[in-house]
């Protein structure tokens, strides 16, 4: 990829959102809601790309990172009160980015142990450590603790969730499509190799989990002043499942697919819940056969977890050919 | 006093519980090397088992008594054991040439699936589990609140380690899962039936599971789908605290989160009882991540 | 430069796998160590390039000991190797293999990678540039975008080699390069390995089961036998020497009365 095209794209696209979020201003529908989720989603995936897909290291505490950045975003926010939309923008971004910040400290706490893990352990630990930001966070009763935390300001919109969805999909590309990036690839690939040729695995694999932590605690920002509620339950392990199927999905270190996969898992439950409310169409009974298909979507979604796995392990959406000698 | 000997009856039984299930988790990594996420669920099944049976039971037998709870945990344990045994049949055992990931990802897929069909089927409430055995406090000790319930866990813990002792260190087939951890390819030169030993091995972990899963019914009455997944994952801890592949060392593991957890449940920070077996993983692997018991591994290069 | 191993010795719980091993190398030489299966041979490569940790002993490199740094670091300071059994990166590119041993050489990996300005392009065109120049040498240019895996045997050989040799390094540690080549095959190697050594002016330590390829390039022979060595000198020395013959042949039996 031509390196000053990438920046201009980014900026295009920065831009684009900018538009169409001032011509959204006033649209309160449903299917606006249903579009941060996805954006928060390709956000939640690209990220976790980086330290799943790239580098190898099986991470399943991704929600753990979106929740640090939720709380610190939120808990900045809400002392502000006043109405100024320039000051509430400097603020919302400020915000944002510490509980970035945040969250990729929380990145470097879990990186460092973790190093001389592999595979199933690392999964464990890291899932452990989603477990234990959780549970400290019940413990906070300034925040609310397992109650819950208000968040005061709805300041998401389409530009801050797609611009900044923009962003983090050029910074892991830029950041893997380089001399510098492809030694994730090789520290995935071969350690000791990657180690012979001079590369450092344990920076390398710190590195991962820092940037891929930063952009969930972003995440985790968007999504608590979407929603305007935050709880420690909403970024338990299955929230670290849905999104690590997102990855498997679209294929571990193919970008494209992973957002693609992102979008796709985002619509599927939002789909399957309007299927299942199709007795509100006129002229179907409430005994319509496609109501159980709400009660049933975790089970399909389990179940179709494990055909993907038996059948086509390496995602759904690879679309690179590759070349032979 | 009391109260610390209070707090080790209640340890031991919690600890006895999860090292019936971390024995299924080291049996099969010590095996396959590969975590099976979906154990905890089914210590889940094993507890809901024994609430569909009982009232079947208690057609023939008086409940409640020691018969009535001894024919429905061999029944609960002989159906999971089934269960186990299909699970590895069906989602694990295709997968045994592909990346560990891959048979990683669909352990979690088919814990989510036990998870929400068990919702679908049983009901997301949690139900009342029926008495198979009469509970009764013990008197005579001032100050100590003990149930029969707990003594029964201890015991039957202690007679299910001597029946597993006795399987993997005098029979054939335990000396040939004993093989197999070391050397799977070896072993099956040497004339060993890999996938036979594989399915006993998940069978066996399974089975223990379900016992785990009527022994903590028998003490927490109240039963739900998702019981299975704190267990599981900190009988997890516990499999790699005494060392992972390690079965003396996964029972000592259980024992020490279950008393440490229920010290920690007694004191100030008792809310933060759920966070210290995962606090006990991430310090042993720093400390010595081969496990209280176990062995380093050492990479060839 | 210089390399000089003095009376290193490592032990793995009982087992001594290497013990006492003196070795020195300078500049521009190809020195060989040989021994029999087991010897310890790629642990005495282990050790050097830091994957291993003596347990006794020293190792200096151009005056800096390499006891305690990680393989990474070692090779910063110059020591490249290839593996026994090819280790390329099976996800990456003919291209990207090499291009991945230029990190060394960045000047501001993330910085750059991130705002892409003129200093990133103009680094990468460079390494773009010294990536081909290295493949094209060893002919491998045109699989420039091939899958690592998809080459030849012998091409992946090669290409170890090339992305060692991207390291820029002042001593590289050949593990059995000739190990399933045929004699043609190996021919060619001896050429190759000579040519590095001409063209990149590097000095050579070789591991090698083949004596035709070791007495054929090495100037100077070490022999390892049960993690000891045995004997040092020329070939012809090392071929005539009684103790390297009972080492890989093992001793005379004389049987009483058996006419022999």
């Known amino acids: 990829m031509n390196f000053h095209r990438a920046k201009t794209l980014l900026l295009a696209a920065v831009a684009l959102c ?69 000051l509430a923008g400097a603020i919302f971004l400020g915000a944002l980015f510490a509980g970035g910040l945040a969250a990729a400290a929380g990145g470097l706490i879990v990186g460092i142990p973790t190093l001389r893990l592999r595979g199933d352990y690392l999964a464990i630990v890291t899932l452990g450590f989603g477990e234990i930001i959780r549970v ?170 494990i055909v993907l796995m038996l059948t086509r392990p390496q995602g759904l959406f690879v679309f690179k050919k590759r070349t032979t000698a | 006093m009391t109260e610390f000997l209070q707090q080790l009856i209640n340890g031991l039984a919690d600890g006895s519980i999860l090292a019936l299930i971390a024995l299924g988790y080291t049996m099969v990594y010590g095996i396959l090397r590969f ?20 009232p079947k039971i208690a057609a023939f037998l008086p409940t409640p008594s020691i018969w009535a709870g001894v024919v429905v945990m061999a029944l609960s344990m002989a159906l999971c054991a089934v269960l186990g045994i299909i699970i590895e049949r069906f989602a694990y055992r295709p997968l045994r040439r592909s990346p560990k990931l891959a048979v990683l990802i669909t352990a979690i897929g088919v814990s989510l699936f036990l998870e929400y069909a068990g919702q679908l089927f049983f009901g997301a409430a949690p ?129 020490i989160i279950g008393i440490v957890e229920t010290f920690v449940g007694g004191s100030e920070l008792s809310t933060y009882r759920d966070a210290i077996a995962f606090a006990i993983l991430i310090l042993i692997l720093l400390i010595k991540p081969s496990g209280l018991l176990g062995k380093k591994d050492i990479e060839k290069v | ?46 050790l050097i390039t830091g994957v291993y940790q003596p347990t006794d002993g020293g190792i200096v490199f151009d005056g800096q000991s390499l006891v305690g740094q990680k393989p990474h670091q070692i090779t910063r300071h110059g020591i490249a190797r290839t593996f026994q059994n090819i280790r390329l990166f099976p996800s990456l590119t003919v291209f990207d293999n090499v291009r991945a041993a230029f990190h060394l050489r960045l000047c501001c990996d993330v910085r750059h990678a991130l705002w892409r300005g003129r200093g990133f392009s103009n680094e990468e065109k460079e390494i773009a540039a010294s990536v081909l120049e290295l493949l094209e040498i060893f002919h491998l240019g045109k699989f420039r975008d091939a899958m690592a895996k998809s080459l030849s045997y012998g091409d992946q050989r090669r290409l170890e080699i090339v992305r060692a040799l991207a390291t820029r390094p002042k001593l590289l540690l050949l593990d059995e390069p000739a ?36 007495m054929g390039i090495c100037r100077r022979i070490a022999v390892l036998d049960y993690g000891v060595k045995i004997a040092e000198g020329t070939p012809a020395e090392i071929r005539a020497n009684p103790k390297v013959i009972a080492a890989y042949l093992g001793e005379e039996v004389k049987t009483p009365n058996a006419g022999n």
């Open chain 2, 127 to 255: 139900r009342s589990f029926p008495q198979i055995i009469p509970v009764k406090p013990i008197t005579g000790i001032p100050g100590l609140t003990i149930n029969t319930s707990q003594i029964v866990v201890l015991v039957v813990t202690i007679l299910l380690l001597i029946v597993l002792r006795f399987i993997v260190l005098k029979t054939k087939i335990g000396m040939a899962m004993r093989a197999l951890s070391f050397n799977p390819e070896a072993a099956a030169l040497m004339g060993v039936n890999t996938d036979v030993v594989i399915s006993f091995t998940f069978g066996l972990g399974s089975a223990l599971a379900a016992a785990a899963g009527i022994l903590y019914a028998v003490n927490f009455p109240a039963i739900d789908p998702l019981m299975g997944v704190l267990p599981g994952l900190k009988a997890f801890c516990a499999a790699v605290l005494g060392g992972i592949g390690n079965l003396p060392g996964a029972a000592l593991g259980g024992l």
């Open chain 3, 1 to 46: 430069m210089s390399l000089k191993l003095d009376k290193t010795t490592i032990k793995f719980g009982g087992l001594t796998a290497v013990s006492a091993f003196d070795l020195t190398i300078d500049q521009n030489e190809l020195v060989g160590l040989i021994g029999p299966n087991g010897a310890g041979k790629t642990t005495v490569f282990n």
């Open chain 2, 35 to 54: 975590i099976n996420f979906a154990h905890g669920d089914v210590f889940m099944i094993g507890a809901f088992a024994g609430f569909y049976l009982t």
């Open chain 1, 136 to 305: 400290i966070l019940q413990n906070i009763d300034a925040v609310g603790g397992p109650r819950g935390y208000s968040v005061m300001h709805s300041w998401t919109n389409f530009f801050w969730t797609f611009g900044i969805a923009a962003v983090t999909i050029y910074v892991i590309l830029a950041l893997v499509h380089s001399t510098y990036g492809r030694g994730f690839i090789a520290v995935q690939d071969d350690e000791i190799a990657a180690s012979a040729v001079g590369i450092n695995p344990t920076r390398y694999k710190v590195t991962a989990f820092v940037v891929g932590a930063f952009f969930a605690g972003i995440a985790g920002g968007l999504y608590a002043h979407a929603k305007s509620f935050i709880s420690p339950d909403g970024f338990g392990f299955m929230k670290s499942i849905e999104i690590v199927v997102m990855v498997i999905l679209g294929g571990m270190g193919n970008t494209p697919g992973v957002i693609l996969a992102a979008v796709l898992l985002t619509l599927l439950p939002v789909g399957l819940d309007n299927l299942g409310d199709i007795q509100s169409l006129p002229g179907i009974s409430a005994d319509h056969p496609l109501s159980w298909v709400k009660d049933t979507r975790m089970v399909i979604y389990s179940l179709l977890l």
């Open chain 1, 18 to 86: 900018f538009v169409i979020s001032l011509v959204l201003k006033n649209n309160q529908s449903y299917w606006l809601y249903v579009s941060y989720d996805i954006g928060i989603n390709i956000i939640l995936a690209v990220s976790l790309n980086l330290i799943n897909g790239y580098t190898g290291q099986f991470s399943l505490g991704h929600a753990g990172f979106m929740a640090m950045g939720a709380y610190t975003a939120a808990v900045i926010t809400n002392q502000f009160t006043g109405s100024n939309p320039a």
């Open chain 3, 179 to 214: 190990a399933g080549m045929n004699p043609n095959e190996k021919t060619e190697l001896m050429r190759l390995i000579q040519f590095v050594k001409d063209r990149f002016q590097i000095s050579i330590l070789l591991v090698e089961h083949d004596m035709q390829v070791v």
